[in-house]
């Protein structure tokens, strides 16, 4: 019966030794290439939400404001045109022919007749009611610029916004990036902790 040689168990050893350090360094490898895959994985799939998610809401925010901005300049320049039909109205009444025809007639016959003093009456309750309607279309204007300002004030405000949603995603586009890069540092780490654990072995 033959014994084996220390020498030849050792070189066996050393040989099955070397094997599993392989694998295992294979199965490390294997690992840390998933790893790289779901952490990738996850990160375009947060970068793909955080995109989407600001992309809604400038548009939001943006059809909003077209929105209100249109319909704040309709009211705008109806109101205005109102007023110059009116104004326009007004002068005329002033100087029509029954204003001069009333003037004639002072100056030739002295106090006008009930019939002129009726027509004048009359035109001076139009002129007064038009007077009326005018202011108020004056503080409907007025607040229509106070209105239109604020709007203005939400625009700044928007845009703002939208600064700050665009820096918000930088910050988060780098903060993915760095975190990606420390994971794969960490596991690199790892890798070569157990190679050098397995080659003292």
Same mark, same amino acid.
């Given at each position: 019966?033959?014994? /084996?040689?220390?020498?030849?168990?050792?070189?066996?050893?050393?040989?099955?030794?070397?094997?599993?350090?392989?694998? /295992?360094?294979?199965?490390?490898?294997?690992?840390?290439?998933?790893?790289?895959?779901?952490?990738?994985?996850?990160?375009?799939?947060?970068?793909?939400?955080?995109?989407?998610?600001?992309?809604?809401?400038?548009?939001?925010?943006?059809?909003?404001?077209?929105?209100?901005?249109?319909?704040?300049?309709?009211?705008?320049?109806? &109101?205005?045109?109102?007023?110059?039909?009116?104004?326009?109205?007004?002068?005329?009444?002033?100087?029509?022919?029954?204003?001069?025809?009333?003037?004639?007639?002072?100056?030739?016959?002295?106090?006008?007749?009930?019939?002129?003093?009726?027509?004048?009456?009359?035109?001076?309750?139009?002129?007064?009611?038009?007077?009326?309607?005018?202011?108020?279309?004056?503080?409907?204007?007025?607040?229509?610029?106070?209105?239109?300002?604020?709007?203005?004030? &939400?625009?700044?405000?928007?845009?703002? &916004?939208?600064?700050?949603?665009?820096?918000?995603?930088?910050?988060?586009?780098?903060?993915?990036?760095?975190?990606?890069?420390?994971?794969?540092?960490?596991?690199?780490?790892? &890798?070569?902790?157990?190679?050098?654990?397995?080659?003292?072995?």
């Amino acid at each position: 019966m033959s014994k /084996r040689s220390p020498g030849g168990t050792e070189v066996k050893r050393s040989a099955a030794n070397q094997k599993v350090e392989k694998e /295992r360094e294979l199965e490390l490898q294997e690992k840390l290439a998933e790893q790289r895959l779901v952490l990738k994985g996850e990160h375009e799939e947060a970068l793909r939400v955080l995109r989407a998610a600001h992309e809604q809401e400038k548009e939001a925010l943006i059809q909003s404001s077209q929105e209100a901005k249109a319909a704040l300049q309709e009211t705008i320049d109806g &109101l205005t045109s109102q007023l110059q039909a009116f104004q326009a109205k007004m002068k005329r009444a002033e100087e029509s022919i029954l204003s001069r025809n009333y003037k004639k007639h002072i100056q030739d016959y002295g106090s006008p007749s009930p019939f002129w003093v009726q027509e004048l009456e009359s035109l001076h309750f139009v002129i007064e009611m038009k007077n009326e309607r005018i202011h108020e279309l004056d503080k409907r204007l007025i607040h229509m610029e106070t209105v239109k300002e604020k709007n203005l004030m &939400l625009e700044e405000k928007i845009t703002t &916004l939208q600064q700050e949603n665009e820096d918000l995603h930088i910050r988060g586009r780098n903060q993915v990036v760095m975190s990606s890069h420390n994971h794969y540092i960490f596991l690199e780490n790892l &890798l070569n902790e157990n190679i050098v654990f397995n080659t003292d072995l």
